[in-house]
Every structure is written in structure tokens, then in C-alpha cells.
């Protein structure tokens, strides 16, 4: 199944991408939309998701940019120029009910997309996101509506997204240490390539998805 993949470019207000992929999500349940993955960089901005332990967001009266409260799950983030945002709007039916499987799904595009350049990702155990050895360099976080997915990762790629992460204990874990693509290069990366190829692994991997969900149906079948 085709994505149809949106590049909504940067600078984009976090309320207003949020409200798009509310409308999104609407159009994709009732059919009038296929699977869209949107691509973007927000302005400044932290959020958090459902829970009552604000703690990972220290003091909220020193943050240096607005915050917003979502209906993810997770703790608390940044978001900003230099880093990936990608939205998926998924109807899960055409592949596997399974949330869980879906964040994996995202985490493996995250880490094939790193490959890429040269550097070695994996996933920690009981965690979610992807790492370089003990540093984060992506983060996730989704929510479900009738099984059409919204939200998604967020992978740091530029290292100017990684200062306003010290205002904050990056998604509730102590001592996390946040790192960019350009910090593990050590050289400077096109935003635009990084989209490229982010967009072709996700789609690689929906595919075969598809494909092992067809495969499964027709030996039940059998």
C-alpha cells in the first residue's frame, strides 16, 4: 500500500499539525484518504503526554519554549529545527492490530534510515526509541483512534535541536544523554536527504507488512 508522503517543510506550529493530523485521522476512518506519513520540523516547542507525573519537565516555569499537552502516551519532550518529525496516519487493519508493532515498525525505519550513514542503532530492552550504545538519538510516541494511528517519532538529526533538551529529563529517564546524527557523524547532514530516505525504509517496511499479513491469510486459508 502506498503512502502518500507529505512534506510540510519547517517551522510548523505544533497546535496546528496537531489539528491537521485530528483531520487527517477522521478523513482516513470514514476511507476518503489513504496512509499518509507527514514530514516536518516543528518550531520550538515541549510536550508531554497523558499522565499525571510531569516530573521529566522539571520546573515548567523555566522551560525556554511553549509547552503543550497531548494525547500520546510518554513524558515529557522536545521537539524543534534540526529534528525529523514524522506523522503516520495508518488504517493498522491493512496490516497487523498490534500498537506495539507498530512502534516497532517505526523504531526499525529509524534505525535502517541511520544505517545509512554509516552508524550503528539498535533499541534498548523495556524502552522505546532508538539509541546509539547509551545515547538517544530518536523518540517515539502514538495514539490509536478506531485503529487509525496518529503521531509518531521524532529523530534528531541536526545538532542544533540538541540544546533545549537539557531543560527538561528527555522522556521521564535519568541521566539520558541526547545525540544527533551530525554529533555521531561529525559531519554536517541534508534534512532533506535524511526525509528521503526515512520515507523509502518506512514504506520498505509497511510493504512487508502487508505482504506477511497476505501470506498469513491465504495459509490459514489453505
Not at 555521531?184 to 526525509?195: D, L, N, Q
Amino acid at each position: 500500500m502506498k503512502l502518500d508522503l507529505q512534506d510540510l517543510g519547517s517551522g510548523l506550529d505544533f497546535q496546528a499539525t496537531w489539528d491537521q493530523q485530528e483531520a487527517l485521522v477522521a478523513q482516513r476512518r470514514t476511507g476518503k484518504i489513504g496512509d499518509t506519513f507527514l514530514l516536518l520540523e516543528h518550531a520550538p516547542v515541549f510536550t508531554i503526554g497523558r499522565t499525571r507525573d510531569q516530573s521529566s519537565l522539571r520546573d515548567q516555569s523555566q522551560l525556554p519554549h511553549p509547552l503543550v499537552e497531548i494525547n500520546r502516551g510518554g513524558e515529557g519532550t522536545y521537539h524543534g529545527p534540526g529534528q525529523l518529525v514524522g506523522y503516520a496516519i495508518l488504517d493498522l487493519a491493512n496490516y497487523h492490530k498490534d500498537l506495539h508493532r507498530h512502534l516497532r515498525n517505526l523504531e526499525e525505519a529509524i534505525i535502517e534510515t541511520i544505517h545509512h550513514f554509516g552508524v550503528h542503532a539498535q533499541r534498548r530492552d523495556g524502552l522505546t526509541g532508538v539509541w546509539i550504545e547509551d545515547r538517544k538519538i530518536a523518540s517515539l510516541g502514538v495514539g490509536v483512534r478506531s485503529w487509525v494511528t496518529l503521531h509518531g517519532l521524532a529523530l534528531n538529526v541536526q545538532k542544533k535541536c540538541l540544546p533545549a533538551f537539557q531543560a527538561i529529563t528527555p522522556c521521564g529517564i535519568s541521566d539520558v544523554s541526547m545525540t544527533s546524527l551530525e554529533s555521531e557523524t561529525g559531519t554536517e547532514i541534508s534534512m532533506g536527504e535524511v526525509k528521503k530516505i526515512l520515507a523509502e525504509e518506512y514504506q520498505l517496511i509497511l510493504d512487508r507488512e502487508v505482504l506477511g499479513k497476505t501470506v498469513s491469510a491465504g495459509t490459514m486459508k489453505g
